[in-house]
């Protein structure tokens, strides 16, 4: 099968720091997870693959083709960023119709496809409110919207779960999923293992701009899972929020660094994001921010170079 | 969902480039505060009505200093909003990561922000007319023409200025224009000898408001003619486009700092 993505020493450096460094890897349709800690090279990655940066040096091609300057790649590659910048002034609707109106697609097709994203991401009934009075977790979703709405063959995801509650969560997860077997190539980036896995199997590895492993999932998992998980959740009520999940054994701690915040603890993140799910349903609070801090990822990669180095998990 | 659809054509992107910042622009607070802006001249136009020192010496008089001041400052506001913005909004990588040819957001920007202010600064300085002219309004009616003409001319230079600046200087694009509009260009507009190197001196004598003097003792002012002030004044508008334009093709903007 042809890879849609393919890269050959692919690097690109900002002065003398390199975002990504010989980065070798194929990637075909379907869901595939670009994990890494902060500072990885999985954002530079996805920028140079969406043709906003142009590479240092070595060889890109999305489709076949070099993908900076080259319109006819761009026009089949979906884009969503992870930083939270949006046309803020505009509707929903009318930010996602201009982007399918720059993509090819005619007034009335773009307010179409606008309507159809929108309604994928399940932003429907407020598509006609101004991006600016939107939570965070619908910022997110509109991003996602802006993204499909052309029906790229390659949709980038760089962190799409940031910021999102739990139910945002699931229906991204849900829809990132079914583009993948609707035969298109997916890359989602995150430094949470638990998010990728929620989606693919299929993961890329990165590690200070380079590929520590890539392939299936489940044994770098088991490594992860040996070290705690935090989960951060910014809400109204924290210690009602842990008095509700505290005592499940799927818990193992729980801090509270200020009045807004809960740092939760667990072995089990699995278990924990459902308990957390329930929790804030059933309690019905209002979650400002649910994230979870790499500090655990990041131990496990020292541990992986430190001790075993990328050929002990390029079988991964 | 559609099938990937065919190539938007550069007309289409323009346009919808700058429809998308016309959109923006009028429900930001630029609009307000080029229309405050606008609302001095008017004011001043009142007052020399009621002074009994209007006329057209004194349209003259708003006309030099809309070209000299009012129009640098005015277009200078939307340096911002060419792509400093979008860099400083995060904005930027929808646009560029749809198939569309990078010269064409800074050029549709271009003339979405020629559009605005040109329409509003016409209006403003027609309102000047009316309120100034006073019992001369039909007499001079050639000097309003002349008037819309180099205001609009005007418009499209320091529009062009704008862009560059909003290409080239992403983080403080406002500031860096208004140094090169009011400091550099009018100082230069000063010096005699050298000042037709000064747009803004070029544009007066477009509309036959330039005087030069000639009683330097260590230069004379050079005479302009209306016919290659304006030659060169579109000359200097496609230059600071070229400029904007081949900086925004090979220029790869960090919006994650």
Known sequence: MTPVVETNKLSKWYGKIAGVNDLTVKIGAGVTGLLGPNGAGKSTAIKLLSGALRPSKGELKVFGEPVWGNLETLRRIGHCPEHDGIYHDLTAVEFVAAMATLSGLDKRSAQSAASTALDRVKLGDARNRPIGQYSKGMRQRVKLAQAIVHDPDLVLFDEPLTGCDPVARAQIVALIKALGKEGKAVLVSSHILHEIEAMTDQIVLLY??????????????????????????????????????V???????????????????????????????????????????????????QSVFEYLTRNRGPEGVADA | MPNPPAMPSTATVLRQIAALSLRRARRGRLVRVILVALALPLVASAFGLISGRGGLDFFEMLLTNYL????????????????????????????????IPRFSVPLGKYLANVTLSGTLLLAS???CYLISAGSEIFAGLDLLLGALGGVLLAACYFGAVAAAFGSLVT???????????????????????????????????????????????????????????????????????????????????????
């Not at chain 1, 770098?220 to 009520?237: A, G, L």
């Not at chain 2, 050079?222 to 486009?241: D, E, F, H, K, R």
Request: proline share 5%.
């Open chain 1, 208 to 245: 200070k701009g380079q590929v520590l492993a890539d392939g299936n999932i489940y044994r770098i998992r088991e490594m992860i899972d040996e070290h705690p998980h935090k989960v951060s959740v910014r809400c109204e009520h924290p210690r009602q929020l842990a008095a509700a999940i």
């Open chain 1, 247 to 297: 005592e499940q054994s799927a818990i193992s701690a729980v801090h509270f660094p200020d009045d807004q915040e809960l740092l939760i603890e667990t072995r089990m993140p699995d278990q924990c994001y459902g308990l957390l799910a329930s929790a804030i349903v059933e309690g019905g609070f209002s979650v400002a921010a649910l994230t979870s801090p790499d500090n655990n990822l």
């Open chain 2, 68 to 99: 000299r001041y009012l129009i640098p400052v005015v277009m200078s506001l939307q340096a911002t909003a060419t792509l400093a913005e979008e860099v400083q909004g995060r904005t930027l990588g929808y646009l560029f990561s749809r198939p």
């Open chain 2, 125 to 127: 300085i027609t309102l």
């Open chain 2, 171 to 257: 983080n403080h694009a406002l500031t860096a224009m208004l140094i090169y509009v009011l400091a550099i260009d009018i100082g230069v507009g000063l010096i005699p000898g050298v000042k037709v190197v000064s747009a803004g001196i070029h544009l007066l004598a477009v509309v036959g408001l330039y005087r030069p003097h000639t009683n330097s003792f260590f230069a004379k002012d050079p005479q302009l003619s209306p016919g290659i002030s304006l030659a060169v004044i579109a000359g200097m508008t496609v230059l600071w486009l070229i400029l904007a334009i081949s900086w925004v093709k090979s220029t790869e903007y960090r919006t994650d700092r």
